[in-house]
């Protein structure tokens, strides 16, 4: 298994793992991703297909953390640069949330460089609807409280949960727990964080979209709350070459259950 190195790009140096065989994909992970707590693409099908590329976002994990304010653009040209330095002319494309809005923004930006899209528990932002406003979650001072927050927003079945069966709840708010800690303990991830979820805060690609002609797969969870589906749909609407699959899944539809990764091998390795 490959680890993670530090790799120089035109604009800054992105903490970067490279694993897998096949046609290159680069994965955009979400707000808190970090290579070196947690990063399940890694361990997904998709390494037996694709050679998967993925970098702790600017300001997260070993990566660099730039001076000034950032935008959600800074980041697409962050993945353009990623792809520059790897020498991938093109690649496939698959987002994850706040990496679902850099998705978009790349597409719009780089067409071209993008082979096939996958945007997964996304949302456009302006009248197609915008995700939920998670930087509104760090003004929730107990630890416990922001975690249950959190979990319920991600997967509305989370209240039913806390009631119906109260031991498998705690399990879920201790790891969560567990995760938020060292997320905000490792590296300037307490500088950095609010900082990123400030440029999501802006996300907007709404009137853009219907230019986006690249192939997309978008990937939905039927119960979450941070993106909801009816985000997915509008997307669909909007993007002319655009597929929509929802599965029984919160926010981390993606990885939850192996389905929706069969699926993009599926529609991708044709």
């Given amino acids: 298994m490959s680890a993670p190195r530090l790799r120089s790009t035109a604009g800054l140096t992105l903490n970067t793992r490279l694993h897998g065989e096949g046609p290159p994909l680069l994965f955009l992970g979400g707000s808190n991703f970090d290579l070196a707590i947690r990063a399940p693409v890694f361990d997904s099908a998709l390494t037996r297909q694709f050679t998967v590329a993925a970098a702790d976002p600017r300001g997260l994990g070993n990566s660099d953390i730039p001076d000034g304010d950032w935008s959600m653009s ?91 069966d109260e031991a498998e709840a705690e399990v879920r708010i ?17 500088d950095g964080y609010p900082r990123l979820l400030a440029a999501r805060a802006q996300h907007d690609c709404w009137e853009r979209l ?24 509008a997307m669909h609407k909007r993007m002319p070459a655009a597929e929509l699959a929802v599965f029984d899944s919160g926010h981390n539809v993606l990885f939850a259950t192996p389905d929706p990764v069969r699926l993009i091998i599926g529609r991708w390795c044709c």
């Avoid at 192939?215 to 993106?227: M, N």
């Fill in 74 to 164: 800074d980041y697409a040209r962050d993945a353009i640069d990623l792809m520059d330095a790897l020498e991938w002319p093109a690649a496939q494309v698959l987002g994850e949330s706040f990496g679902a809005m850099v998705a978009m923004e790349l597409a719009i930006l780089a067409p071209h460089r993008i082979v096939k899209l996958g945007l997964a528990a996304g949302a456009p932002g302006g009248q197609g609807g915008s995700s939920y406003p998670v930087h509104e979650l760090l003004s929730i001072g107990e630890p416990c409280e922001r975690a249950i927050k959190s979990l319920s927003i991600q997967d509305d079945r989370f209240e039913a949960l806390l009631v119906q």
């Fill in 174 to 190: 201790a790891q969560r727990l567990s995760n938020d800690a060292a997320f905000m303990q490792h590296s300037h991830n307490a």
């Fill in 210 to 233: 219907a230019a986006v002609s690249t192939e997309t797969l978008i990937i939905a969870g039927k119960f979450d709350q941070q993106a909801p589906l009816d985000r997915s749909q």
